[in-house]
């Protein structure tokens, strides 16, 4: 729960009694009424972790006493309440504390552990037999046997069969010992974990060109779309969803998104701001790449010096899990790529965490927040947060917020990708291509749902003209068909839902300060599963910009392959994109941070600074708008699509606030109104 900050100076004279009597009074009620501080501290239980899925049922005993575990004990600092109370703000216009950041260091100092509070977690780690095997400002991770993670923890470990397989897990929830209970944020590592992270993106398109040769059904046999939208008519077709069809947009360039969003306009191309970019592992040829790419299209390259990186191969794990390193290159690509393309004269730092496990990617956060690395942080991936392989481990969580907390407080921003599978529904896993099979309910996804990073979701951009001039935008929501093998029908139709934009109504975190008065409470109180919430909860996405999988974006990589170009999709460019222009709107206020930027975003919300997507079929009461992507002859046969758009599941774009586009798309008046 947020509290609301009250300025510390105030009158000196309050009700006729001076601040030197008052402080005599506050004394003398003190030494009578002991303090909370001076209270003994009780044990603490750690509610979740012992996981959902560790059913009495399944287990099967204990593990033997001599199995080697790994946990890290997440430290809570001196003042866990203070640190979120100065994040709210130092990011709230108005507040007295507004824009006031901290160092670094004077956030250490002032909110992370003591060494007292680390002295007594260690020595109450090793008391219980267990190994010290790292450490650092935000936890302990240590190595022992079973017995002694049980000794230390309070309860036994067990082995649970599970999907016809052995994992482990706490017998019970874990218990904090009373002389440590107020320096530990949680712990992760106690149980079995199955990473679900993955990149937000899906490559769709890999040439374009020209009308050629036609198919017997009047459709060309040679992958053809359109410049702009609605510019080349479908011939001889069959008939989709309206009587005619043109063929999908080519995929965009930068400098065609830069012309939509009023980039060009503003004169902004992030000039003195830094965007780190996160993603797993890290492609071998990502600089000499993103200078080829830029440069094809017209753009400059990296000057000296304005791309580093922060990778060590020797430490990657895991790399059979989540597509390994060349299943994360492309993602890479697009996050760099998109970056330097809105904001070319912004610097980029790319940290690659050493796995696609959460322990990892938060210590790339960690370590740019540690270090202060970077103005914005961008992050094109994320989980959900129930599935059937566990829950996202709330020690986890909490050493999350941690870390977005005191970035807000040193002035930097965190932006996620909201996910590709609309409401993460099973339904919507049933059929979409970039969705995890294992979710149990529609639900809002993680990270990005978390109530200190910006969720950025996605829309389906519609261009006028060949240059990018914006036509409209759509949510990010598209139903496709496939043309049948004779060239005369679509099947099926209405098309089954394929990708989209994610967001919802989260079931397990509060409304925050900057939705209230935004979001509605049709929205807000009503859960993704039908239930009426008990309070306010948080909604998603916070923004959103192009991703469409079929309003693609052009991405250049080699990694070792010959260099190509192809079309990506997803919140993973929306990410990008929002973190450059959240670079751009930097310059604009010469190289001052914005930090943590949704009480910006929804003080602007309703106003000219964002384009309010609607979903444009609904809004005209047609058809949902449609295309023809043509991907041409692939391996002997001609693949075609039909894509209906603006179809998000059970999410809908409507005027005002809405869980698949949040508050709109950024417009030149949004970077306009921080000169």
């Known amino acids: 729960m947020t509290r609301t900050v009250q300025p510390r100076s105030r009158r000196g004279r309050i009700a006729g009694a001076t601040v030197a009597s008052l402080a005599l009074a506050v004394g003398t009620l003190a030494a009578a009424v002991p303090s909370q501080a001076a209270a003994k501290p009780a044990a603490r239980t750690l509610a979740r972790t012992h996981p959902a899925w560790a059913k009495a ?147 769709v398109r890999t040439s374009a060109g020209g009308a050629g040769s036609k198919s017997g059904g009047g459709i060309s046999n040679d992958a053809t779309c359109s410049d702009y939208w609605g510019q080349k008519k479908v011939d001889g077709g069959p008939v989709g969803y309206t009587t005619n069809t043109t063929y999908d947009e080519c995929s965009f360039a930068p400098s065609q998104l830069r012309q939509a969003y009023g980039i060009n306009a503003s004169g902004l191309t992030g000039k003195g701001a830094t965007v780190a970019i996160v993603d797993a592992y890290a492609s071998s040829t990502m600089l000499a790449d993103a200078n080829q790419f830029a440069t094809a299209h017209g753009d400059k390259a990296f000057r000296s010096g304005q791309y580093t990186e922060i990778v060590n191969q020797a430490n ?24 330097h393309g809105l904001a070319p004269d912004a610097n980029v730092v790319y940290v690659g965490a050493d796995s696609c496990n959460d322990q990892d990617l938060l210590s790339s956060l960690t370590t740019i927040v540690d270090k202060h690395l970077a103005d914005v942080v961008s992050n094109s991936w994320g989980e959900i947060m129930h599935s059937t392989t566990g829950d996202v481990d709330p020690g986890l969580i909490a050493a999350y917020e941690q870390v977005f907390q005191q970035g807000a407080i040193e002035g930097i921003g965190f932006n996620f990708s909201a996910g590709d599978c609309g409401d993460s529904s099973p339904a919507a896993a049933a059929t979409g291509v970039n969705c995890d099979p294992s979710t149990t309910r ?114 250049g990589m080699s990694d070792g392959a010959p260099y190509s170009e192809g079309g990506y999709g997803g919140t993973s460019v929306s990410a990008p994109e929002f973190s450059a222009v959240q670079a751009d709107a930097i310059q604009a206020r010469h190289g001052r941070p914005i930090g943590f930027a949704n009480p910006a975003l929804y003080s602007r919300s309703g106003s000219k600074a964002f384009n309010d997507v609607v979903d444009q079929a609904a809004a005209h009461g047609k058809a949902p708008l449609n295309a023809v992507a043509d991907f041409g002859v692939i391996d002997g046969a001609l693949r075609v699509r039909l894509i209906g758009f603006g179809e998000d599941t059970t999410l809908n774009a409507v005027k005002g606030y809405d869980s698949a586009t949040g508050v709109g798309s950024p417009t030149r008046y949004y970077l306009d109104s921080f000169k």
């Open 442 to 555: 529609a639900q809002a996804n993680w990270p990005d749902s978390s109530s200190w990073v910006t969720s950025v979701g996605g829309t389906a951009l519609g261009t006028e003209d060949k240059k990018g001039s914006y036509g409209f935008e759509t949510d990010m929501g598209t139903l496709r068909s496939v043309l049948s093998a004779d060239g005369a029908s679509w099947s099926p139709l209405p098309g089954y839902f394929y990708f989209g934009g994610g967001g919802g109504t989260s079931e397990d975190f509060a409304q925050p300060w900057y939705q209230k008065g935004t979001v509605p409470r049709s929205l807000s109180g009503t859960l993704m599963t039908g239930a009426k919430a008990a309070s306010a909860r948080r909604v998603t996405p916070d923004v959103s910009m192009n991703g469409d999988l079929y309003t693609s974006v052009l991405v």
């Open 316 to 339: 990657w794990n895991s790399e059979d899990l989540c597509g390994g390193p060349e299943g994360w290159a492309g993602e890479e690509a697009l996050d760099v790529e998109m970056v």
């Open 57 to 203: 049922s399944a287990d099967r005993g204990s593990l033997p006493a001599s199995t080697k575990l790994t946990a890290r004990v997440y430290l809570a600092g001196q003042d866990p309440a203070g640190l979120a109370a100065y994040a709210q703000a130092v990011s709230t216009e108005g507040s007295a504390q507004y824009g006031a950041f901290l160092t670094a260091a004077q956030v250490q100092q002032r909110f992370g552990a003591s060494a007292q509070q680390i002295a007594a977690v260690r020595s109450w780690l090793t008391g219980a037999g267990l190994t010290i095997t790292a450490a650092n400002a935000h936890y302990i991770e240590v190595s022992g046997s079973a017995s002694a993670h049980a000794k230390a923890f309070g309860t036994g470990i067990h082995q649970y069969s599970v999907g016809g397989k052995l994992r482990h897990a706490p017998a019970a929830d874990a218990v904090v010992p009373s002389q440590v209970s107020s320096a530990v944020l949680g712990i992760s590592g106690l149980s079995t974990v199955t990473p679900k992270v993955k990149p937000s993106s899906v490559r």
